[in-house]
């Protein structure tokens, strides 16, 4: 039922865990089956240099996150925005139909983590958010 590829990132997850600082953090869950997955991001000079996961979830949703952590490294986060959940499912050898639903929570997670990464840049521009002294904090 399953590709050797999804099998092997199944079985041996690449970049799990969580980016302690980092720049761009996505969470989404699938309302059907409840199962949820973390990926956060670290980006230098447009690119992004690391990414990891957190997901409780289906085998499919971790090959999937394993897959997609490999797929944005070295990559611009515009060029990262493009990758589609099919070509995920693509990169580990295709999904069964069924679980091609799986794929999309790894394509939301990375849409969002670089929708955060996105925000952040915007509401601090040019400094880190460390540096924070005397900032009024703003929520829209
Ligand atoms: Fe929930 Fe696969 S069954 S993500």
Known sequence: MYSEKVMDHFRNPRNVGAIEDADGVGK???????????????????????ARFRTFGCGAAIATSSMVTELVKGKTV??????????VAEALGGLPP???HCSALAEQALQSAIQDYMGRQKGSPGETKES???ETEEQD
């Not at 515009?78 to 070509?87: D, F, G, Q, T, Y």
């Open 28 to 50: 989404v869950g699938n309302p059907v089956c409840g199962d949820i997955m973390e990926l956060t991001i670290k980006v230098e000079d447009g690119v992004i240099t690391d």
């Open 78 to 87: 515009e060029e990262a925005l493009s990758i589609s959940n099919r070509a």
């Open 98 to 100: 069924i679980k091609m």
């Open 132 to 134: 924070g002294s005397g």
